[in-house]
């Protein structure tokens, strides 16, 4: 599978609207829309099975990007760009999310999720049950003693401050955050049984 990861979830934004604008093209005979749009892009995915998110049948089309931004997709005919990929035979969809990832220590250990990316995830959601944030003295005093083949430093307290770590360090995938039920539980009372 081909995919780019957006690097900013409204991100999706420009693909929500040129899909929108693609809905009233007209078909060619492989059912890509057909684009009349500027002769020239700054890169240009060829050939391959365009799966838009719209719940429609794929279709064989090109995806053409000017900066970060998708400018067309479908039929783009003779349009050219200085980069051209084939991809003929892969797919090309938006990315996808992973609602419950449990990638909150791993994403410390390696930014490049790896293992998420290649199968073309590119938001992150995580804090189901529990979140990297609020932690008290007594949490991170936890946290490390319970940390297991990746050690980290915990460098912040808030989880606003965790996903600003994580920024800083590079992440490859976007990333979000529940606040997880029992985490503010544990920063008010610990594990007392009340």
Not at 8 to 37: D, M, Y
């Amino acid at each position: 599978v081909f995919m780019k990861p957006f690097e900013g979830f409204l991100r999706l934004f420009p693909v929500l609207v040129a899909l929108g604008f693609l809905a009233g093209c007209n078909k060619s005979e492989t059912g890509a829309p057909v684009v009349t749009a500027p002769l020239s892009y700054d890169l240009i995915l060829r050939g391959g099975t365009i799966y838009d998110g719209s719940g429609e049948s794929a279709y064989v089309g090109d995806v053409a990007f000017n900066g970060d931004v998708i400018a067309a997709i479908g039929d783009i005919g003779d349009a050219s760009s200085p980069m051209e990929i084939d991809v003929q035979g892969l797919a090309v969809a938006p990315g996808f999310v992973n609602m419950m990832c449990w990638s909150n220590e791993s994403l410390i250990e390696d930014g490049r999720s790896q293992s998420d990316i290649r199968q073309g995830v590119t938001l992150e959601v995580m804090g189901e049950g529990e979140s990297m944030g609020p932690l008290n003295d007594a949490m991170k005093e936890e946290m490390v003693r319970l940390q297991g083949d990746i050690q980290y430093d915990i460098e912040w307290t808030t989880l606003a401050e965790y996903l600003e770590f994580l920024e800083r360090r590079g992440v490859a995938p976007n990333v979000a955050s529940f606040i997880g039920a029992a985490t503010p539980r544990t920063y008010v009372m610990g594990y007392e049984d009340r």
